[in-house]
């Protein structure tokens, strides 16, 4: 994770839905076209999740994970002790030599002007080298409407103001293709849309409390914060109806990117 708002990325929150996380990792990973690899980063590695599945493929290269959460540097240095793990503002970081691969794993959405970010990236790699993007493109998901609809809904309004633009719409596929296409050999743009069977709106409350729910909340004290989530909650049950089971569906759309330099 690379932006948090007024307080640190809790490791915990985001891990408490872990393999339903991991698994659009595991899906952009299997799209990496490389067999061999020397140097790889993972750039907004969060708690470790996704470096692992990174250093699992290539054992024998040079791993590491950078963030801007002290909190999760600290839990992914504690689940992966053998890599290396260093704090740095995405927008801006460099490597100290160009990797052969570039993982970024649900963190670009965070990054203000990311697509200039992403260009920057892709020179950076060494030739042959893979930029590899995964990025929520969930902000029109009723999950996500709900926030802006109760931020606006309620004491906390004015708190609240600047909250719905903590992340910017992602452009469209036919944008990524045009500022990326220049400087790839190969360029591969494709769209997911997961759909995860949670136990109750609860639950969906619960999951995007990690990530999403972050800059609504964050400004908040502890009881506005309650109240919030309570009529954040009520209004998550409006578009979540059971299933036969009980369960609700979550609607994930995704957007992933896979350069070749």
Same mark, same amino acid.
């Given at each position: 994770?690379?932006?948090?708002?007024?307080?640190?990325?809790?490791?915990?929150?985001?891990?408490?839905?872990?393999?339903?996380?991991?698994?659009?990792?595991?899906? *952009?990973?299997?799209?990496?076209?490389?067999?061999?690899?020397?140097?790889?980063?993972?750039?907004?590695?969060?708690?470790?999740?996704?470096?692992?599945?990174?250093?699992?493929?290539?054992?024998?290269?040079?791993?590491?994970?950078?963030?801007?959460?002290?909190?999760?540097?600290?839990?992914?240095?504690?689940?992966?002790?053998?890599?290396?793990?260093?704090?740095?503002?995405?927008?801006?970081?460099?490597p100290a030599?160009?990797?052969?691969?570039?993982?970024?794993?649900?963190?670009?959405?965070?990054?203000?002007?990311?697509?200039?970010?992403?260009?920057?990236?892709?020179?950076?790699?060494?030739?042959?080298?893979?930029?590899a993007v995964?990025?929520?493109?969930?902000?029109? @998901?009723?999950?996500?409407?709900?926030?802006?609809?109760?931020?606006? /809904?309620?004491?906390?309004? @004015?708190? %609240?103001?600047?909250?719905? +633009?903590?992340?910017?719409?992602?452009?469209?596929? @036919?944008?990524?293709?045009?500022?990326?296409?220049?400087?790839?050999?190969? %360029?591969?743009?494709?769209?997911?849309?997961?759909?995860?069977? *949670?136990? /109750?709106?609860?639950?969906?409350?619960?999951?995007?409390?990690?990530?999403?729910?972050?800059?609504?909340?964050?400004?908040?004290?502890?009881?506005?914060?309650?109240?919030?989530? +309570?009529?954040?909650?009520?209004?998550?049950?409006?578009?979540?109806?059971?299933?036969?089971?009980?369960?609700?569906? %979550?609607?994930?759309?995704?957007?992933?990117?896979?350069?070749?330099?």
């Open positions: 994770m690379i932006r948090a708002t007024t307080s640190d990325w809790n490791a915990a929150q985001y891990l408490k839905f872990e393999d339903e996380r991991t698994r659009p990792a595991r899906d *952009l990973l299997a799209a990496v076209p490389l067999t061999g690899v020397h140097n790889a980063v993972d750039l907004g590695c969060g708690p470790g999740n996704s470096t692992e599945l990174v250093a699992a493929r290539w054992p024998d290269a040079i791993v590491s994970g950078v963030d801007s959460s002290p909190a999760m540097i600290e839990a992914a240095r504690a689940r992966l002790p053998k890599l290396t793990f260093a704090m740095a503002d995405l927008a801006h970081w460099t030599a160009p990797p052969d691969l570039i993982f970024a794993n649900a963190v670009m959405q965070w990054v203000p002007g990311h697509v200039a970010v992403l260009r920057r990236l892709l020179a950076m790699l060494a030739p042959g080298g893979v930029l995964q990025m929520p493109d969930n902000l029109d @998901e009723p999950s996500h409407v709900a926030m802006r609809q109760t931020a606006a /809904d309620g004491p906390w309004a @004015e708190r %609240l103001a600047a909250a719905s +633009a903590a992340r910017e719409a992602l452009p469209s596929a @036919e944008s990524y293709y045009d500022a990326l296409r220049p400087g790839a050999a190969a %360029l591969d743009i494709w769209r997911t849309t997961y759909h995860h069977a *949670l136990a /109750d709106v609860a639950a969906i409350a619960e999951w995007v409390k990690g990530t999403g729910l972050r800059p609504f909340l964050d400004p908040l004290d502890a009881q506005a914060r309650a109240a919030f989530l +309570a009529a954040y909650t009520e209004r998550l049950a409006r578009h979540y109806r059971p299933q036969i089971d009980g369960r609700v569906i %979550l609607r994930f759309p995704r957007l992933f990117i896979v350069v070749t330099r």
